[in-house]
């Protein structure tokens, strides 16, 4: 039911900025928590930011302090924002949706639904 499009990824250099946007539809009865999800070819899937459906959001360690996700429900999206990027941010970001913040951050492979995914890459 839930559909989620991803845009905003592209290439930028170290220290730079991205704001990526994630489209949602299906979420009228806010029972789900959406976030972003970042993989590269051959590694885990890394739980990145979310937000639960209180409201509250949640970031992974590796970019607490640099990224910060936001929701506008009133137009259907969510965003994250992206400073002080490293190399090491380089991956597919997904825009996901679950049952809580939780499971996206901690058990990214639970995450039932997904966007297309979009490339984000750091260097220089």
């Known amino acids: 039911q839930v559909q989620l499009v991803e845009s905003g990824g592209g290439s930028v250099q170290p220290g730079g900025s991205l704001r990526l946007s994630c489209a949602f539809s299906?979420?009228?009865?806010?029972?789900?928590?959406l976030g972003w999800i970042r993989q590269v070819a051959g590694n885990e899937r890394e739980g990145v930011a979310a937000?639960?459906?209180?409201?509250?959001?949640s970031y992974s360690d590796s970019v607490k302090g640099r990224f910060t996700v936001s929701q506008d429900n009133t137009e259907n999206t969510q965003y994250l924002q992206m400073n002080s990027l490293k190399p090491e941010d380089t991956a597919i970001y997904y825009c996901?949706?679950?049952?809580?913040?939780?499971?996206?951050?901690?058990?990214?492979?639970?995450?039932?639904?997904w966007g297309q995914g979009t490339q984000v890459t750091v260097s220089s």
């Open positions: 996901t949706a679950a049952s809580s913040a939780w499971l996206i951050l901690q058990r990214p492979d639970r995450v039932p639904h």
């Open positions: 299906g979420n009228t009865d806010g029972r789900y928590s």
């Open positions: 937000i639960d459906r209180d409201g509250s959001a």
